[in-house]
């Protein structure tokens, strides 16, 4: 399955805060049970690239991270919903135009790509 394109915005300074449900071929629900996520956002592909962010399902004392329970961190696992959340004091921290970032979820050694796209950052001017 190839993963699925996605951009958006970032407003520095502001919250970001998204939901994807991730489905199987059949539009059925993933279990995320045994599951975690990653994600990174990037200048460009692979490690070369300068690395901005990285977010992952164990989330950060401000809430930056990959929540499996959904962006209200109350769904159930068996609902496939990764909330994607960068706290205000992380975005106010950014400082690229445009980048590029992929959204993965790892099972053992199975690794999934479900998203990947460009990031817009839309800076701030009250500080």
Avoid: C
Avoid at 19 to 25: L, M, Y
């Amino acid at each position: 399955m190839a993963a699925g394109k996605y951009s958006f915005i970032i407003e520095q300074g502001a919250t970001t805060d998204f939901e994807i449900v991730w489905k199987d071929g059949n539009g059925d629900v993933v279990d995320l049970t045994n599951y975690h996520a990653r994600m990174q956002i990037r200048s460009d592909y692979g490690a070369n690239g300068t690395l901005y962010a990285s977010l992952s399902s164990s989330l950060d004392p401000d809430g930056t991270g990959l929540n499996l329970s959904g962006s209200n961190g109350t769904n159930p696992l068996s609902s496939g919903s990764i909330g994607v959340f960068i706290s205000a004091a992380s975005s106010s921290a950014f400082n690229f135009s445009e980048a590029k970032y992929d959204l993965e979820v790892v099972s053992g050694s199975y690794v999934t790509r479900l998203i990947e796209g460009k990031v817009k950052l839309n800076k701030e001017v009250t500080v």
